[in-house]
């Protein structure tokens, strides 16, 4: 009976293997690709299903003989107009030591504050030390990073004691300048005292 059994199963797994893959249209006669027997027309694009398919499509609106369609209002979103901003501002302030007049060796470096607000993403700051006779004394420059609606406050410090400012003994008032991509934004100074 096993036997019998094995012989049957093994004659349906061939005879379901004789038929995979097989397609159950017959095979084209005479068309080879390339060849056109007759005029096919395209299908629109926007028509995928071919005027076949489960999808219905509604009928079109039914017009009255002699009267005309009033067109249809069409709705045109207007983008808002751009909003201007505001151009790139600065303030600049001394803080500790040099906020007031103070003695050259009573200091150990002035710090200034530059506050910058308008920054387009990213620009460049450049700061100027001028010392007393007007000469340039140092020149730093720092990117700074921040969306145009929020401010950045960058702290620079000019070291006094033990450099030349100490040495050869540069008393007098000191000029500060912040350029941001070239434009000057702010200013303000400072004295060393003798």
Known sequence: ?????????????????????VSPLP??????PGQGGGSVTPVDPTDVLAGGGSVARPPPPAQVPGEEEPPPDEVVEEEPPPVA????????????????????????????DFVVSGVRNKGLVDVEFIAPGGRPYEKRSATVEAPPEETRTLR???????TPVSMARMTGTWQVRFFLDGAQLAATSFTLEP
């Open 27 to 32: 095979p084209p006669t005479a068309v080879k």
């Open 85 to 112: 901003l505001p151009p790139p501002s600065g303030s600049a302030a001394v803080v500790g030591a040099g906020a007031e007049p103070t003695a050259l060796s009573e200091v150990l470096q002035v710090d200034v």
């Open 156 to 162: 620079y410090s000019l070291p006094v004691a033990g």
């Open 1 to 21: 009976m096993t036997r019998a059994l094995v012989a049957v199963l093994a004659g349906v797994v061939m005879l379901s293997a004789c038929t995979e893959g």
